[in-house]
């Protein structure tokens, strides 16, 4: 096996090929990125046998930023005529997996492809049931990935629990909630999900703690907030929902959200702001290192060009930011699928 497939944002292959690139340098591993602009797909390919898992074992997949989804493995040709048997060849090359999942591009021509995923579906899971290529009750075996690029063309790769998103293409199953005030909600949701292990949610999204949403209205970012029982101070010129400030959970502060400082440290910040990402990362920096909150998430809106050399540049800010106010953090960011231009930054202290 000797490539990585990986799944990003459709426009975003650029930034998605040119971190890869980076990375595989930083391991000395040689490899080179082959993509298509729109594909929403991108091939890392590496000349030496072994180098691709590897290389794959070296990154820690939580700090990817535009890389959604990534298996290991090979691109097999299928026969219209009989697709399971070559599938079915290919895995007698790989792990043994513990699961399947079935995937296409993340654009409409991969939409286009769910009625023969859909029928394919039932025959490859009993087959690959029945040769022991797949076996369910095994958890800790890695997840199976067939990526269709056609009804000819299939990546048979396999990725790890522990070093991959737990959703098929990266792509989480959100919906909006009917009674959130706009569809950005889902954007603090799914940071959630991604920067917060589950088991943790009870301690560190706990009822009663505090909260302030900088640009917060009408209130999508907030109504998370409320949802988990929070107090929070919404931060924003503009009118906050109705239903919101009904609950008596949120106090409503006009102002700047770029000037307000809250009266003593509160256990989250969470930041909507549409400005330039320089201006933002230094937000973030002064929040942690002034005190002002223990955890925060909060956006960075991209520019047209230079969108990962523009990233790197803010997290190194406020890298140097922690460095010189003594301050031991988590900094993490990601281009969540709900994220359009722009990526999710996540801060947290350590005590």
Request: aromatic share 8%.
């Amino acid at each position: 096996m000797r490539e990585l497939l990986l799944h990003c944002r459709p426009g975003f292959e650029g930034e998605a090929a040119a971190e890869m690139q980076e990375l595989a340098n930083e391991q000395g591993i040689a490899g080179y990125p082959v993509t298509r602009d729109g594909s929403a797909l991108v091939r890392f390919v590496c000349p030496e046998t072994g180098d691709a898992e590897q290389l794959m074992r070296a990154i820690d997949f939580q700090q990817l930023i535009f890389v959604r989804q990534w298996a290991l493995g090979n691109w097999v040709d299928l026969d219209p005529e009989d697709r399971v048997s070559p599938i079915i060849t290919a895995c007698a090359q790989g792990p043994i997996a513990s699961l399947i999942w079935l995937e296409t591009a993340d654009t409409n021509d991969g939409k286009a492809l769910a009625a023969l995923t859909k029928k394919l579906k039932g025959p490859l899971e009993r087959a690959l049931t029945k040769t022991r290529f797949v076996r369910p009750n095994k958890t800790e075996l890695p997840r199976l990935h067939l990526c269709f690029e056609s009804g000819q063309k299939v990546f048979v790769g396999w990725s790890w629990a522990d070093n991959g998103a737990p959703w098929p293409m990266g792509i989480p199953r959100l919906r909006v909630p009917k009674e959130a005030p706009s569809r950005s909600t889902l954007k603090l949701e799914e940071a959630w999900h991604h920067f917060i292990p589950r088991d943790d949610w009870d301690v560190r999204l706990k009822a009663g703690m505090t909260a302030v949403d900088l640009g917060a209205a009408p209130g999508g970012w907030t109504w998370q907030l409320v949802n988990r029982l929070m107090k929070v101070i919404a931060v924003d010129n503009g009118p906050m929902d109705r239903r919101l400030m009904d609950s008596g959970q949120v106090e409503h502060v006009q102002a700047d959200g770029y000037m307000y400082k809250p009266k003593r440290t509160v256990d989250w910040m969470v930041c909507d702001i549409v400005d330039k990402p320089a201006r933002s990362s230094a937000l973030a920096a002064k929040w942690i290192t002034q005190k002002l909150c223990r955890e925060l998430i909060i956006n960075f809106k991209l520019p047209m060009k230079q969108r990962y050399p523009e990233v790197v540049q803010c997290l190194a800010h406020i890298q140097d930011a922690l460095e010189a106010a003594g301050i031991r953090a988590e900094v993490a960011c990601k281009q969540l699928y709900t994220d359009r231009e722009e990526v999710t930054c996540h801060i947290r202290v350590l005590r």
